[in-house]
């Protein structure tokens, strides 16, 4: 009798792991068609939203929201990306480490953009990018200058992030002392704690 071998299935995550985008201009109504528009998006994970944002400061530009409910931007969909084995605890400890790359005032509409960011998290997350369509745009480059509203650009973002008081979370930086996504314990220091160091330290 002979045994068969069946190849191993490769073993996937039980969490899921979602990429909510948002339109920043009225003419992604036309361009969503066409695999163009300009995006913001955000990475949901145990609940929570990450995204990055632009301000002044050399701190980080790393910052959590309400699932699909970041103000100043219009929600369009959420795609699932893949899923991770990750808890909670470790997913902060993720974006603390990546906050010393991301900081405020590296922010940059078409080299280093929130989709840039989601694509790095939903790969250390998952193993897989961020559909090509959503950051087409940035990686046209010199394409996106003559294509994007004159309108919308770096400053324009910074703008739409400080009215709405930096989506509410900025101040916050990941609730690193907050008991909302963890048990009660000592606070670790926050993002803001560690960038101020890290730049003390250079």
């Known amino acids: 009798m002979l045994c068969r ?5 490769r073993k996937t995550g039980s969490l899921p792991v979602f990429l909510n985008v ?6 992604n109504g036309y361009a969503y068609w066409l695999g163009l528009g300009v995006y913001h998006s955000g990475v949901q994970v145990h609940g929570v939203e990450y995204a990055f944002g632009a301000h002044d400061h050399a701190l980080s530009g790393i910052f959590e929201v ?9 929600y369009r969909k959420s795609i699932l990306i893949g899923r991770t084995d990750l808890s909670q605890k470790d997913v902060r400890s993720l974006m603390e480490k990546l906050s010393e790359d991301y ?3 590296t922010y940059h509409l078409i080299s280093k953009n929130c989709n840039h960011f989601c694509n790095d998290v939903c790969i250390r997350l998952t193993g897989k990018p961020i559909p090509s369509w959503v950051n087409r745009l940035a990686r046209l480059g010199l394409l996106c200058k003559c294509v994007l509203p004159m309108a919308l650009n770096e400053t ?3 703008r739409i992030r400080a009215e709405n008081k930096i989506c509410e979370a900025e101040k916050k930086k990941l ?3 907050s008991n909302r996504y963890e048990s009660p314990k000592p606070a670790p220091p926050t993002l803001s704690a560690r960038s101020r160091s890290s730049s003390s330290r250079s």
């Open 175 to 177: 609730r690193s002392d």
């Open 5 to 9: 071998m069946m190849p191993k299935k």
């Open 66 to 74: 309400e699932p699909k409910q970041c103000p100043g931007f219009t």
């Open 103 to 105: 900081l405020g005032n």
């Open 156 to 158: 324009t973002v910074r």
């Open 22 to 27: 948002y339109d920043l201009t009225p003419i």
